[in-house]
């Protein structure tokens, strides 16, 4: 038998409690596997440091010939921040109103932008963005979800069980 329960208050200034199925926005916790799976590929002979995203995404609109896997590691990618965008599509609702992006909905997003923020490799600029279309790159390269490549060959060769459940939030 299984017991679920949550714990707290998940957002303060609204008092509202955390349940069993109160989904966690992890974010920045989950970057450092991303980038690990990344250098998985490339040891694995799957991708190159420096290639663009065009070669993975052949849709990918042109800008994407100038952005590449080592600018979404470094956080130099230029690409625009989806959290900038989802705040113009749902402006003046606050942040427990909006939906929470997948991975695949952030590429599509990029993938109906024209540019980026800035030209790929000038300056720094930290990005989730960079991160959700890496963990696109993940999946399409090795035939894998994401979660399923984390797995497989990050946790359960370091029998570190669990904890795809707590990186995703997931039960």
């Not at 995404?57 to 956080?75: E, S």
């Not at 989730?128 to 279309?133: A, D, H, I, K, R």
């Not at 990050?154 to 029998?159: D, G, Y």
């Amino acid at each position: 038998h299984v017991c679920k329960r949550g714990y707290g208050m998940r957002d303060l200034r609204c008092d509202l409690p955390i349940n069993a199925r109160t989904n966690f926005r992890l974010a920045s916790c989950t970057k450092q596997f991303t980038a690990m799976a990344i250098m998985l590929l490339h040891h694995d002979g799957k991708l190159r440091y420096d290639e663009p995203l065009t070669e993975v995404f052949p849709h990918f609109p042109a800008y994407g010939r100038h952005v590449t896997i080592r600018n979404l590691l470094n956080h130099t990618s230029g690409l625009i921040s989806y959290e900038d965008l989802m705040d113009r599509m749902y402006a003046g609702r606050s942040w427990e109103n909006i939906p929470q992006m997948s991975d695949v909905r952030v590429l599509k997003l990029m993938e109906e932008q024209t540019g980026t923020e800035f030209a790929p490799g000038s300056t720094w600029k930290y990005s989730n963005t960079g991160y959700c279309v890496l963990a696109m790159v993940v999946q399409k390269l090795s035939g894998m979800s994401f979660q399923e490549f984390l797995r497989r060959r990050i946790f359960e060769p370091l029998h570190m069980n669990n904890t795809v459940a707590f990186v995703y939030g997931k039960n």
